[in-house]
């Protein structure tokens, strides 16, 4: 691993990596720090991991975690990079938002799944390589509490609840358990609506489609519905789809499984396919999970519009036409992502496979101003604050045109010795953040 100075400058001055760890050099004018590791050391993005193999390597790693917060309590670790050698998490000060560390050892142990270590049952249930005090004991060692040992997160809260037509519970003629029961509604707040903040048409979509149907699950059931059918999300880059996706998947609080061109693509003959189902099969044994497919349409584009060169996708795009009805009887929803719909093979856009296809436009005023509202609540303002202004000007742009408005101006504000943020500072921030539809202005950078 090469590292800048300027990183390898913040590793040293928290105390996570000392001079005598690495090995300094010269390129040009800039300097550089090398990491190297053994061939039977880890040296590894969070982000591109896989489950470890054995409980000695997710000791390991959980050893590393504690090691780390004892060092630097306050970086994410989300996107980090783990260091084996070092026994550190090496944070890379990514401006996305974070993950805690429960979420962040629960990526870590399942392989990429988006489900925290502080769920123990949940977890249990993923790594089947693992026995239940093993498990307990790296959970512990990595200095992460567990909820309860002994249900999921969010069984309390069900389990304590009166009957009703939102909760089942045992009996000879209803033989679902309560255990099962929470497992379901897990992380799903009874009463309350799911809330996508800039996005309400979306919004809405979501809690009549998925969350309705989740949480009234006997009156659904009834009628013949058994679970939320596949979705298409469609739309330009920065529209919002990803966003909404994972406030989706948070607010569900079920295991979450990635499909993209990045996981599963390969060079190989029948790899692709082999890669596909084992996904599929991991998102089903682990039910109700989420299985997200993101940039449908580098691996599902039409098979006629590529002629004799797209054979290869024959055997691809016939395993997801397989596999999406499958899973979705075995309560694993579906929801895809592509910015390129008219792309995508016809036999998959259907209805029975995906029976929801959304475009997701750029958002309004009134979403931006939404948003903006949410932003800035969390954030020490001075009275001078308005974001109408801002919500007209950004309307019909990316939602993330609208976070980096609001993070420049709060930079700009602490650059300026203020505690708190002000009007000019955004207006600042918007004036540095013209519209890239019609074309970049942006500033140059180079990289080695």
Known sequence: MIATESLFARWSASGLVELGDVHRFKFGAETYHEVSCSPSQLLVYLSDCRSPNSKSEAMAFATALRDT??????????????????????????TAAPADDGIVLGHWLTGGAQISAESFQPLRQMLTWIGSAALREVIKTAGIELVDEGAPVGANKVAHLP??????????????????????????????TFELSGRSELEAFFNEHIVDIVRNKERYSALGIEFPAATVLHGPPGCGKTFAVEQLVGYLGWPCYQLDASTIASPFIHETSRKVSEMFEKAMQNAPSV????????????????????????EEVAEFLRRIPEAAKNEVLIVAMTNRVEMIDPAIMRRGRFDHVVAVGYPDEAEVAALLAKLLAALPQD??????????????????????????????SARAGSDMLGQEFLLAALAAAPSRSGGCSERRVGFV
């Open 383 to 412: 009275q001078t604050v308005d974001p109408a202004p801002l919500a007209k000007a950004l309307a019909g742009r990316p939602l993330s045109d609208v976070a980096f408005v609001v993070r420049e101006g709060a930079r700009l």
């Open 163 to 192: 009957p009703s037509a939102h909760q089942k519970t045992s009996s000879p003629e209803n033989p679902e358990s309560s255990e099962q029961n929470a497992k379901r509604m897990a992380g799903v707040e009874l009463g309350k």
């Open 69 to 94: 917060r004892a060092i630097d309590s306050e970086s994410s670790l989300q996107g980090a990079v783990y260091v084996e050698k070092l026994s550190r998490i090496l944070p890379t000060y990514e």
């Open 291 to 314: 299985l997200v497919i993101d940039e449908m349409e580098a691996f599902l584009a039409d098979r006629e519009a590529g002629g004799g060169a797209s054979h290869h996708r024959v």
